[in-house]
């Protein structure tokens, strides 16, 4: 684990370029799914399954917001711990509710997912993150006063 639970600046070079990696990949991919439904958020159009009967439009705006906002957010490396979470949550809800009925194996797509944002999870978004970047300016000023 990491020397400060924020960030992740004792790993290594090839650790932190390998998480800023993973963020980016896993982050654009994700948004390949996030983009159409913020379309069909932004078009009105709320034809949206409702996995956990919580009503079509907040599953709608749900998944929108986890595979929208929260994969920029785990791009640019922003409390990626915290951002990875929702869209834990939404993987688990599509894999284990949705497609729960088929075999787990047929969806290693969401399986590769719920690994991915795992590690991110466990590691944080590495020393080429946002919020490193906030913290260093931050511990910065307060060396400096």
Request: hydrophobic fraction near 50%; charged fraction near 15%.
């Amino acid at each position: 684990m990491a020397k400060n639970n924020c960030c992740t600046d004792d790993y290594g070079p090839f650790i932190n370029i390998a998480l800023l990696a993973l963020r980016i990949i896993v982050g654009v991919l994700m948004l390949t799914h996030g983009i159409p439904k913020m379309g069909k958020l932004l078009a009105g159009d709320f034809s949206f399954p409702d996995p956990i009967g919580i009503g079509v439009a907040a599953s709608l705006i749900l998944a929108t917001f986890a595979e929208f906002f929260c994969s920029l957010l785990v791009i640019v490396g922003f409390k990626s711990r915290v951002a990875v979470i929702p869209l834990i949550i939404t993987m688990l809800v599509a894999l284990l509710i949705v497609h729960g009925n088929e075999s787990i194996f047929d969806h290693w797509n969401i399986l590769l997912y719920l690994f991915a944002y795992g590690m991110l999870f466990h590691l944080g978004g590495g020393k080429y993150s946002l919020t490193y970047y906030m913290q260093y300016r931050k511990d910065l000023k307060t060396r400096l006063n």
